[in-house]
């Protein structure tokens, strides 16, 4: 849920954004750098048989976080991150064609040994990391990119037992590539969003 009522303070007085799903062990993302920016989402949404929705309501449903390269949202110690399969998928908007984005980033160990545990890269033309695995040259980017300042719904998914890798472009997979075959991903890593680690 975003919006500022999404918002809280740390023991220590950092700012959180606060997971609505609660529970004994909520997992509370960190905001690290200016305070975050909350816009109104223009994001195209649709029903399952594609005809279009009306669009979000003012709330915490109709807000998206607005994050800039001085922002990330940090979580330490994740707990119970999925270990053998996973989806990641958000809504993105960038004209950002320069830099090679990282919007999600979750690290277990030190550099090379683990802090790419998942890492889906550069948003001009996306990579997937899995346990360091990145693929070969062939196949380490997708040539798909998302910054042409429109709105993209963006999802990755992953399965250990094939290593099997599907990127979506607004619900059309666009690439397929295996990572981390038979791998397992730790939990109590730390994840961020906005930046890799």
């Known amino acids: 849920s975003f919006g500022s009522e999404a918002l809280g303070v740390s023991e220590d007085g950092s700012p959180l954004a606060l997971?609505?799903?609660?529970?004994?062990?909520?997992?509370?993302?960190?905001?690290?750098?200016?305070a975050p920016l909350y816009v109104y989402s223009t994001a195209p949404l649709a029903a399952a048989d594609g005809k279009a929705l009306p669009g979000p309501m003012p709330g915490a449903g109709g807000y998206s976080l607005a994050l800039n390269d001085r922002q990330v949202l940090l979580l330490p110690d994740f707990r119970d991150f999925p270990a053998s399969s996973l989806t990641l998928e958000f809504w993105m908007t960038s004209i950002d064609r320069?830099?090679?984005?990282?919007?999600?980033?979750?690290?277990?160990?030190?550099?090379?040994?683990?802090?790419?545990?998942?890492?889906?890269?550069?948003?001009?033309?996306?990579?997937?990391?899995?346990l360091e695995d990145e693929g070969h040259l062939s196949d380490h980017q997708s040539g798909v990119a998302v910054t042409d300042g429109f709105w993209h719904h963006v999802a990755?998914?992953?399965?250990?037992?094939?290593?099997?890798?599907?990127?979506?472009?607004?619900?059309?997979?666009?690439?397929?590539a295996t990572r981390g075959r038979g791998r397992s991903?730790?939990?109590?890593?730390t994840l961020v969003i906005g930046r890799e680690q």
């Open 185 to 189: 991903i730790p939990s109590g890593g």
């Open 156 to 176: 990755v998914t992953w399965e250990s037992a094939t290593g099997d890798v599907r990127l979506y472009d607004n619900g059309r997979q666009v690439w397929q």
């Open 98 to 130: 320069c830099r090679p984005g990282v919007p999600f980033s979750y690290a277990v160990g030190d550099y090379n040994q683990g802090d790419n545990a998942f890492l889906l890269f550069n948003y001009n033309s996306w990579g997937v990391s899995v």
């Open 19 to 34: 997971d609505a799903a609660g529970g004994s062990a909520p997992n509370h993302l960190q905001l690290r750098g200016n």
